[in-house]
């Protein structure tokens, strides 16, 4: 009679249990929004695949910024969305960089991604750094072009962007931008 009492105790903990597990993440708000509702226009967002890898086992970057303004220069409302180091060898990956809104009546902007000073790589005979700090990714954008998908996807040519300088590889974005 013990044994049945304790196990109908411990059946009745484990769902109070988890009915406050339930009653918490209620209470838990969701994932914030990246923009303000009020905040008015149209949202986009910008990712980054590697393209035409040349052999490499792996390259890694990561991004430390990026800005969208309009063609006179004035700054659009950005969020930096990955933190984390991106491997631009996996050909399945377009990595979600950060989103950012337009407002009504901008036709065209420009889209900067600055990464963190370096990445690494790694191929078959060798590994070592990729030095990102050369250039930014640049590029200028229709709206019209963003709007029929939602996004930019950039397309870094490996091939061509890393650059061998000793052991080390220099980043000269060549890229094309897909919508």
Do not use: W
Not at 15 to 26: D, H, I, K, P, W
Not at 57 to 65: E, I, P, W
Not at 94 to 115: I, N, Q, S, T, W
């Amino acid at each position: 009679m013990k044994k049945l009492m304790l196990s109908a105790m411990g059946a009745v903990a484990l769902v109070l249990a988890s009915c406050g597990e339930a009653g918490r993440t209620q209470e838990t708000p969701g994932q914030r929004p990246d923009f303000p509702e009020e905040l008015e226009g149209q949202r986009f967002e910008l990712r980054l695949k590697g393209v035409n890898n040349p052999g490499y086992a792996s390259a890694l970057v990561q991004v430390r910024s990026i800005s969208v303004t309009t063609m006179e220069g004035y700054s659009l409302p950005t969020r930096l969305k990955s933190r984390q180091s991106m491997d631009l060898t996996n050909p399945e990956q377009a990595y979600l960089v950060g989103r950012f809104v337009v407002p009504e009546g901008v036709d065209r902007v420009k889209v900067e991604v600055e990464f963190d000073d370096f990445g690494g790589y790694e191929d078959a005979a060798s590994g070592g750094v990729i030095d990102t700090r050369v250039a930014p990714l640049r590029f200028e954008s229709p709206v019209a072009y963003l709007a029929e998908r939602g996004h930019a996807v950039v397309h870094l040519d490996l091939g061509q962007s890393l650059r061998a300088q000793g052991e080390s590889r220099l980043l000269l974005p060549s890229l094309d931008v897909r919508y």
